[in-house]
């Protein structure tokens, strides 16, 4: 069955300091696989998505991810964080073998320190 | 373009009640997804609807159906409400459905049971 890891349900930063989030999955066949964000009080909207295309993926505010299918990660980066990066984020999978469904990670929520 | 529109956003109800929740997708999408977020059980699909019909279901009781009109609008219900269906309930439109994996999320409605 497919499933997705997120590691650390907190990642507290620096206002200018580099953001790793890290993403784990399980799948057997190439996996489709998603960054969204959900600000306090929204609804979640689609950083970047991978569909087996390039493994570096480039999303919105800066932020991208790079597939490794030798270590089954998707990790999440920006070089320099920003207060309004503050907001939780998940990783999804979505794979052939789910009907389409997307397997969520449990979410990480991101602090940015002044 | 008017986004995805979720009502009403909060309510209280109590145990033994049923309660319906509306999503307006956007304009020209067909798909509906609905998903519960817990903080315990984080984001969990519950159904997807596209052109009136239920396309994919997922692992929640009987007490939780859908529906989806004509004009795209779709309305979830909860019948026989317990303590544990107290949750934030997502509803996310797409143009093509889960397969690509590209969903619109509304704002969601805050659900609490008494």
């Known amino acids: 069955a497919q499933s997705v890891t997120q590691l650390g349900s907190h990642v507290s930063v620096s206002e200018g300091a580099l953001v790793l989030l890290r993403c784990n999955y399980s799948?057997?066949?190439?996996?489709?696989l998603f960054w969204y964000v959900q600000y306090p009080n929204q609804g979640l909207q689609l950083l970047l998505k991978y569909t087996s295309a390039a493994t570096l993926v480039k999303g919105i505010n800066g932020f991208e991810a790079e597939f490794k299918k030798s270590e089954t990660s998707f990790h999440l980066t920006k070089p320099s964080a920003h207060m309004s990066d503050a907001a939780e984020y998940f990783c999804?999978?979505?794979?052939?073998?789910?009907?389409?469904?997307?397997?969520w990670g449990a979410g990480t929520k991101l602090i940015i320190k002044p | 373009k008017a986004g995805v529109t979720q009502t009403p956003r909060y309510l209280i109800k109590t145990r033994g009640q049923q309660v319906t929740l509306s999503c307006s997708p956007i304009s020209g999408h067909r798909s509906v997804s609905w998903y519960q977020q817990t903080p315990g059980q984080g984001l969990q699909f519950l159904f997807e609807y596209f052109s009136e019909t239920q396309r994919n279901k997922g692992n929640f009781p009987g007490r939780f159906s859908g529906r989806q009109f004509s004009n795209s609008r779709s309305e979830m219900n909860v019948s026989t409400l317990e303590l544990g269906d107290s949750a934030l309930y997502l509803c996310?439109?797409?143009?093509?459905?889960?397969?690509?994996?590209?969903?619109?999320f509304g704002e969601g409605s805050r659900l609490t049971v008494l």
């Open positions: 999804a999978v979505r794979t052939m073998d789910s009907n389409y469904q997307l397997i």
């Open positions: 996310a439109s797409s143009l093509e459905g889960l397969v690509t994996g590209e969903l619109f």
């Open positions: 799948s057997s066949v190439p996996p489709y």
